[in-house]
């Protein structure tokens, strides 16, 4: 054979042998199995549980919002319809309705012919912001003033319930009602219901007065919670407020 044909016949074999090696590579690629192993397979198959898990909360929750909202229950910012200052006041706690607004006035400015040798902390709870700018009538919806002896005053100027009593009665003009019932810590509370002379106009007045002794400071107290042409709802939460009143203890 000659050299050419030598050569010509290497090529050849060197060729075959190369398109051999390649078509069983992809023989053998397309016969490799494709499916994952176990654990990549497990891992899956959690992951799919805990997305369908979840699908299925959120489509109970959405169903479940759609039926309150269709009823007219939607989700309410106050859960219950009064709440409790709590801890927030020095002296004592009361309830107010839920979303209203409460301001304490530890400082509450009172004249000496008011009540001299007296002093009085306020607190004001209203359904609108609370505004203490002279001349804008009531601050808030219900007023309630703790009144006690001056601490800087020897005197012991407080007077009894009952002289206290019949000072507010003499400021109706027509007394319509005056109850009493019992409200927290077995207080007494004195319910006074009637016509008022305020800045010269015939007013609707409520006024609920008691006495309660502080058993931090061991000082008397008489508080007197008031209202002015209050609203239904006003008149109700005046009543929960004394109703609700309880001491602080040391």
Known sequence: MSSRATV????????????????????????????PNDAVLAQATEKAARLEAERNRL????????????????PQACPDEFVSTGTLLPLY??????????????????????????????LLVS????SLAPGGGPAGDLELVDWTDDPNDDQDALPPLTEWL?????????????????AGDGLTVHRLVGVQEIFDEPSTVHVLLWRYDDAIGG????????????SARAATA??????????RQP
């Open 127 to 130: 359904g609108l912001p609370i």
């Open 238 to 247: 005046l009543e929960r407020l004394a109703r609700s009143f309880r001491a």
């Open 59 to 74: 489509r109970q929750e959405r169903n479940q919002l759609e039926a309150r909202l269709a009823a007219g229950n939607g």
């Open 219 to 230: 000082t008397r107290h008489i508080a007197r919670a008031f209202a002015l042409e209050p």
């Open 166 to 182: 019949d000072e507010e009665r003499a400021r109706f003009t027509t007394l319509q009602s005056d109850d009493q019932f019992e």
């Open 93 to 122: 706690s009361v309830d107010y309705p839920c979303a209203w607004h409460v301001l304490f006035d530890p400082t509450a400015p009172v004249t000496a012919e008011d009540r001299p040798g007296l002093r009085a902390e306020v």
């Open 8 to 35: 010509l016949a290497a090529v050849l074999v060197t060729t075959a042998l190369a398109l051999g090696a390649l078509l069983g590579a992809t023989i053998a690629g397309d016969n490799a199995d494709p499916r």
